[in-house]
């Protein structure tokens, strides 16, 4: 398939898994950047605090200011995307979280770095969803299921490898690297999507709604610093409850304007669904308990257990191993059984594996830490 071929075009033609492998690892590189350093600071957190002379409560804003920034700006990416085009849009995103990743490694001082965390997320936060739906744009529907396991591998091995990488790295050269790792793959990702990804078929963009262009990144990236607070201190401080309140009413207000626009940032009437409506409650759930492990796992063999942050990394290998021997297969039974019972089975397993988990301790045996890991 051409790169200057429209999706409408190509749709016509026998679906072959070869023509959408080029446009696939554009999009795969693009993910693995954003997802590698949603994990990758973790295990550099306190590499950060001696390099800086800085407490952890100002470190560990160096995860949550690219969190914030993630969330902010993923209601955008339907607009833009509408408006400007998925291509262009998608390789702009990827450019600024390369120049982000950039200055990351360039950073003096801890608040630069926090600063330009947040240009890195402001990037990233469009990768995701853009990259999803030029996917599902590009695979037929009874195909999905297999393309879908070919992206989720390096989608769920990015976090688990994320640990190994950045302590290879922290060990071996400097903290600096983490970060000037993604220059290079940033920019093979950018000539990869130049050459190969196809000109979508664009859809005329909606008047832009400005009101609720101005709520969405208030209510999500209030609610996600309140919680990120309450976390880290308490949940009755002052910085919590405003988090909170200020993100519960803009979300509140948000989605009263939604709902009144004719064409909304969201449309969140596709919530009439039950289908729709319980299928993102189950991601919720499954993205909390997977990514919450992720994180707090390197935190805990780390700060707890005393393993250095290389050894931190490839206790963590299991994850990626499950999801490389899994994903496929799974992906597969999709095209042939359907959602209902690989998600039962699934949620069952990560159900086990986290109970497991729940019991760790500092007499734990590292092989009762490796298996929960692997099934998760």
């Known amino acids: 398939m051409s790169a200057q071929t429209a999706t409408k075009g190509a749709s016509e033609q026998p679906f072959s898994m070869k023509a959408i492998i080029a446009p696939l690892m554009a999009v795969i590189v693009g993910m693995i950047m954003v997802i590698l350093d949603s994990t990758v600071v973790n295990v550099a957190l306190s590499g950060f605090q001696e390099n800086f ?33 998925s291509k262009r849009i998608f390789l702009i995103t990827i450019t600024l979280f390369t120049i982000g990743s950039a200055l990351c490694a360039a950073a003096q001082t801890i608040e630069q770095l926090i600063i330009y965390r947040i240009i890195q997320g ?24 297999a393309v879908m396991g070919m992206l989720g591998i390096p989608m769920l091995m990015a976090p688990a490898l994320g640990p190994v990488l950045s302590g290879w790295l922290i060990e071996s050269v400097t903290w600096h690297w983490i970060f000037l790792i993604n220059v290079p793959i940033g920019i093979v990702g950018v000539l990869i999507g130049l050459k190969y990804l196809p000109i979508f078929e664009q859809n005329k963009a909606p008047a832009l709604d400005i009101l609720g262009m101005i709520l969405a990144p208030i209510a999500f990236s209030s609610l996600a610093y ?21 993100g519960g009413v803009a979300l509140l207000l948000f989605i009263i304007v939604e709902l009144r626009h004719k064409q909304p940032l969201l449309e969140l009437r596709v919530f009439r669904s039950s289908d729709f ?24 063999l780390q700060q707890i257990k005393g393993y250095s942050p290389l050894d931190t990394g490839l206790i963590m290998i ?52 490796l298996l929960p890991l692997f099934m998760i």
């Open 53 to 85: 002379h800085a407490s952890l409560n100002t470190v560990q804003w160096t995860f949550t200011g690219y969190t914030l920034a993630l969330s902010a700006v993923i209601p955008l990416a339907g607009w833009m995307t509408d408006k400007f085009g």
């Open 122 to 145: 402001i990037g990233g936060g469009m990768v995701m969803p853009i990259g999803m739906a030029m996917i599902f744009r590009l695979a037929p529907a009874e195909k999905r299921g």
């Open 226 to 246: 309140g919680v990120s607070e309450g976390g880290r201190t308490s949940w009755t401080t002052d910085n919590t409850l405003t988090g909170l309140i200020v």
């Open 277 to 300: 409506t319980r299928g993102i409650l189950l991601t919720w759930i499954v993205q909390i308990a997977l990514f919450g492990a992720m994180i707090l796992m390197p935190v805990f």
């Open 318 to 369: 299991p994850q990626a191993l499950g999801s490389m021997i899994f994903m496929p297969i799974g992906g597969r039974l999709f095209d042939k059984i359907g959602a209902r019972p690989l998600a039962l089975v699934g949620l069952t397993v990560v159900a086990c594996a986290l109970l497991l988990l729940s019991q760790t301790d500092l007499d734990t045996p590292l092989g009762m830490i």
